[in-house]
């Protein structure tokens, strides 16, 4: 298997423009996680899926995010309108629920808002 | 509010001591104790999960449980530079519970 596959790898944006995230968790998971990671506040869970439903969103900044999985393979974070402290690493990762909640990340997405 | 502690480091080890990091936890109910490593500019990976209080060896790693003190720790024995990262303890409520991860331990491993 691939792993988690996100993309884009590195974005780029200016403050006010919207950013879409996305996330190809591992086949037959079927958890699967949203993490921001920053210097100061480490890797913070944003909101996450059980079977493609939103389980806790509490994680979620502001109401200028929004996730959302309209399939087991396929899963948006989108930020809109962005500023430049959403500046980050943004990190899907997916799990098989009841056996472990063992997560595996991808790769990230390094997001600049200038 | 679930609460992760690590020291932040930079813990600096002798190569060929051995590693040992901590981690504490504020929620009581926790069920699943893990530990990734993260290279800079890498994503964490999984290096051992421990669910039972005690001792869980795997290969130079071992991480040990103690649920009474809230404490979960990874020893890394015969420490390499290749070990050195940051060390992230992250715990969950099981299940499918996301996880909560501490800010890690830096390590640097001296040849």
């Known amino acids: 298997d691939a792993g988690v596959i996100q993309s884009p790898r590195h974005e780029v944006t200016e403050m006010g423009q919207e950013v879409t995230l996305r996330c190809k968790p591992i086949?037959?998971?079927?958890?699967l996680f949203w993490y921001r990671q920053t210097m100061m506040r480490g890797l913070e869970l944003l909101i996450y899926?059980?079977?493609?439903?939103?389980?806790?969103d509490s994680g979620m900044p502001e109401d200028r995010f929004s996730a959302k999985m309209p399939n087991a393979s396929f899963s948006t974070l989108k930020i809109q309108p962005s500023e430049p402290r959403d500046s980050a690493v943004y990190f899907c990762?997916?799990?098989?629920?009841?056996?472990?909640?063992?997560?595996?990340f991808g790769q990230g997405t390094r997001l600049t808002v200038v | 509010q679930k609460e992760v502690e690590q020291n932040s480091g930079p813990l600096s080890v002798p190569e060929g001591a051995i590693a040992s990091l901590n981690c504490t936890y504020s929620?009581?109910?926790?069920?699943?104790f893990f530990w990734y490593r993260q290279y800079s500019g890498k994503s964490p990976e999984l290096i051992m999960f421990?669910?039972?209080?005690g001792d869980k060896e795997d290969g130079r790693f071992t991480a040990q449980l103690n649920k009474a003190s809230q404490y979960v720790s990874l020893l890394i024995r015969d420490s390499q530079p290749s070990d050195s990262a940051t060390y992230l303890c992250?715990?969950?409520?099981?299940?499918?519970?996301?996880?909560?991860f501490g800010k890690g331990t830096h390590l640097i491993i001296q040849p």
């Open positions: 421990i669910y039972s209080n």
């Open positions: 086949s037959g998971h079927n958890s």
């Open positions: 992250a715990v969950s409520g099981g299940g499918a519970d996301g996880l909560t």
């Open positions: 990762a997916s799990s098989l629920t009841g056996i472990s909640t063992e997560a595996f």
């Open positions: 929620d009581r109910g926790s069920q699943s």
């Open positions: 899926f059980n079977n493609n439903v939103p389980i806790d």
